[in-house]
């Protein structure tokens, strides 16, 4: 049986393919990298090291999404309605008007309720509007 000689140097090659964007064409990306190894104790974790250091260069190579891909989602009367839990769905009148969805309380929400609807109506991109009896929530459809 032949003895191998003493490891000295490491190479190690990462790569993978990836769609650029939305696009049809497809982009390989590859990286290598070369270290000597002083003391064969360390061969390993030098080893995982390495590859440690190639998949972060490869994640964070990717093609930028672009602006299409980054779009959100359109707001509609039943996105916004079914972003609420029943319990407060239950308190609510929903509907579309003069390009809002517009939310109003059937019956008094309470400090508690109220802070919860208002929390969901902003995550919808939406406000609050004072205006004595008439105040309500909106957002606005997209």
């Known amino acids: 049986m032949m003895e191998m000689g003493k490891v ?3 190479t190690i090659t990462k790569g993978k393919t990836v769609k650029a964007a939305d ?3 497809w982009i390989k990306l590859e990286f290598s990298v070369k270290a000597v190894v002083d003391d064969q104790n360390d061969l390993e974790a030098a080893k995982a090291h390495l590859e440690g250091l190639l998949d972060g260069w490869l994640s964070s190579s990717l093609p930028s999404p672009t602006p299409a891909a980054q779009e959100k989602p359109k707001t509609t009367l039943e996105t916004v309605i079914n972003s609420f839990p029943q319990e407060l769905k239950d308190l609510l009148s929903f509907e579309e008007k ?3 969805v517009v939310v109003r ?3 008094f929400l309470g400090s508690e309720n109220f802070a919860k609807v208002a929390e969901l109506i902003k995550a919808n991109n939406g406000e609050y509007v004072s205006a004595g009896k008439k105040s309500h929530f909106r957002v606005p459809v997209k």
């Open 98 to 100: 003069d390009g809002y």
């Open 8 to 10: 000295s140097e490491i």
């Open 23 to 25: 696009k049809e064409e």
């Open 105 to 107: 309380p059937r019956q």
